[in-house]
T-cell receptor
């Protein structure tokens, strides 16, 4: 069981470039999440997917798009990267749902630097 | 609007001492309150969680105290060890309904 995996681990982009962050989980979880973590700001939710086929905006969705490719995979796309998107990005998954386990399992993170 | 307020931002505790981190929430519909622990370079991991039907939950050296009327909950780490040095996040959610809302985190350093 790999849990939640993220690729790449580290990326440097120039302003205006695009990229996709990949996330996969092997726990058969219904819900998946993308967070960004910045110093002093905690974990802020970008987008989440409560179940396969659905996505919803979180606290800070501007500049990002997501795709829930299937139950296992949830990708985050930056169409035109900006220096303000320099951050550490975490993907997480949970069983969730009414009566389900609320525990969120986090991946190791992707460190993104936008120049 | 910050729905979960966490304090202090950083904390230094002597080895063997008690570490206390506090959180306050605003939404009275929240009914799930977890604490996550994050070591440098790693993703957060669930440490302990509580629901409002109990006022306290203990797992080893870690205890959550919950005060529903004050809309506050706290994490107590007894006999703090250098290995407990990490960032701790409190969070809250409405079970089965909404994603977790996280506090801004507390960086704990336990010194010998």
């Amino acid at each position: 069981n790999a849990g939640v995996t993220q690729t790449p681990k580290f990326q440097v982009l120039k302003t205006g470039q695009s990229m996709t962050l990949q996330c996969a989980q092997d726990m058969n979880h219904n819900s998946m999440y993308w967070y960004r973590q910045d110093p002093g700001m905690g974990l802020r939710l970008i987008y989440y997917s409560a179940s396969e086929g659905t996505t919803d905006k979180g606290e800070v969705p501007n500049g990002y798009n997501v795709s829930r490719l299937n139950k296992r995979e949830f990708s985050l796309r930056l169409e035109s990267a900006a220096p303000s998107q320099t951050s550490v990005y975490f993907c997480a998954s949970s069983e969730a749902g009414v009566g389900g386990d609320e525990t969120q399992y986090f991946g190791p993170g992707t460190r993104l630097l936008v120049l | 609007q910050q729905q979960v307020k966490q304090s202090p931002q950083s904390l230094i505790v002597q080895k063997g001492g008690i570490s206390i981190i506090n959180c306050a929430y605003e939404n009275t519909a929240f009914d799930y309150f977890p604490w996550y622990q994050q070591f440098p370079g790693k993703g957060p991991a669930l440490l302990i969680a509580i629901r409002p039907d109990v006022s306290e939950k203990k797992e080893g050296r870690f205890t959550i105290s919950f005060n529903k009327s004050a809309k506050q909950f706290s994490l107590h780490i007894m006999d703090s060890q250098p290995g407990d040095s990490a960032t701790y996040f409190c969070a809250a959610a409405i079970s089965g309904n909404t994603p977790l809302v996280f506090g801004k985190g507390t960086r704990l350093s336990v010194i010998a």
